[in-house]
């Protein structure tokens, strides 16, 4: 049997963060027992067709699961562990905010077999939290992380974020170091991306609000990167970094394109030689699903050829970077066979290089990643 990664889309917030596109909704308290009863609906359309799949991790993302009463997470997790093959689950993920989790909901976790936690923390400096919208402070941080230590949660991830508007390297490698010193096994360590439609972009446009420049902004990168492997933290994908032992088991199966099914508004699976995605639609979705339809709102073929280059453009995501063994019993011929000119272009121009049956990117190349995905693409 196979293995599959479930992704459970929670589209609810309690506000809108200034710098989020996500597919994510505030003030939608009396929505939450429809769009259950859907997610269940969905997850039944499914059932025939992941009854051949062993379910590995699942990552109950968002949004923000952690605000909806733990009896929805309780209804999601008890109708899979119900209908699915979950004998060989490893990880189970749930996305938290700081300041939505209480005793009764960890509780809830906790014995629904919920072993890792990631919580979206983004700085430990209260200026620019308010600054990005978050509605939480950094008590509340510490508030829930001791919480979820005392109901032993053994697997804590938290999302930080650098290049925020008026932050310098030392608020960086400070809130750095508080997650170091705290022990999470865990940190996600994103870039500020200037999203189209968010506030934080239209201030940025009308020249209201200044972001560090580029070269401070790779300085946080890189300077991270040090501070991080020098305390410890395995830095083992572009944005990721673990303990041992702790790395991401669900988001390696994007970046291995293993199968995984992805459920709820927006979500996006990998299924059987097919890429689809979900309406972002409550309306649509609900529809669908009334009519007793997958809620699918696109899908594409995957070939051969897209197969290898999305392969190649998310191993060198990882730091490890493309296992040339890996990819020769996946697609049964050389990478250098379809690769070859790709490969030495960049290596002569100093962003990926090879190593013991590894191609990866150089220093240079994390910065300029964007330049050798794009000849990968068919
Ligand atoms: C889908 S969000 C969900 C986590 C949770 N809702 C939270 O925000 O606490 C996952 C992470 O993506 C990151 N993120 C969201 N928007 C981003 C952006 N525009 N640029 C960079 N990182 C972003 C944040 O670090 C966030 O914690
Ligand atoms: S809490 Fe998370 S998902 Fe919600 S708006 Fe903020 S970053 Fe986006």
């Not at 170091?180 to 209201?208: D, F």
């Not at 709820?264 to 609900?286: E, Q, T, V």
Request: charge should be negative.
């Amino acid at each position: 049997m196979k293995d599959i990664a479930i992704y459970i889309h929670i589209p609810f917030c309690i506000s809108k963060c200034y710098y989020c596109d996500f597919t994510s909704f505030p003030n939608m308290k009396d929505k939450l027992d429809e769009y259950i009863d859907y997610l269940l609906k969905e997850l039944t359309l499914y059932k025939e067709r992941i009854i051949d799949f062993n379910i590995k991790t699942i990552f109950i993302g968002g949004g923000t699961p952690s605000y909806i009463p733990g009896e929805h997470i309780y209804k999601i997790l008890n109708y899979i562990y119900k209908n699915f093959n979950t004998s060989k689950l490893e990880e189970i993920t749930i996305e938290a905010n700081p300041g939505t989790l209480n005793k009764e909901k960890v509780s809830i976790y906790s014995s629904l077999g919920i072993n890792r936690v990631s919580m979206g923390v983004q700085t430990l400096d209260n200026s620019l939290l308010k600054a990005i919208g978050r509605c939480h402070k950094v008590e509340d941080f510490y508030n829930s992380y001791y919480l979820l230590r005392k109901k032993d949660i053994k697997n804590i991830n938290v999302d930080l974020m650098f290049g925020l508007p008026n932050q310098n390297l030392k608020d960086v490698i400070n809130s750095l170091k508080e997650a170091i010193n705290l022990g999470v096994e865990h940190i996600s360590y994103y870039s500020l991306i200037l999203e189209e439609g968010t506030l934080i972009n239209k201030w940025y446009e009308e020249g209201s609000i200044t972001l560090p420049s580029e070269d401070e902004e790779r300085k946080m990168y890189h300077e991270a990167i040090e501070f991080l492997k020098s305390n410890g933290y395995n830095h083992y994908e572009i944005s990721n970094f673990a303990k041992e032992g702790y790395e991401c088991l669900h988001n390696l199966f994007y970046w291995k394109v293993k199968p995984y099914l992805g459920v709820g508004l927006s979500s996006h699976s990998n299924l059987a030689g097919k890429r689809f995605w979900n309406s972002s639609s409550f309306n649509i979705y609900y529809e669908k699903l009334k009519e007793g339809e997958f809620p699918v709102e696109g899908e594409e073929q995957i070939f051969k050829e897209i197969e290898m280059g999305e392969y190649c453009i998310l191993g060198l995501r990882l730091i490890e970077g493309i296992n040339k063994n890996e990819f020769r019993n996946r697609f049964n011929i050389d990478i250098e066979n379809i690769y070859k000119d790709v490969i030495n272009k960049h290596i002569k121009n100093g962003l990926i290089y090879e190593n013991k049956g590894f191609i990866k990117l150089t220093n240079k190349g994390l910065d300029l990643s964007n330049l050798v995905e794009v000849d990968f693409l068919p």
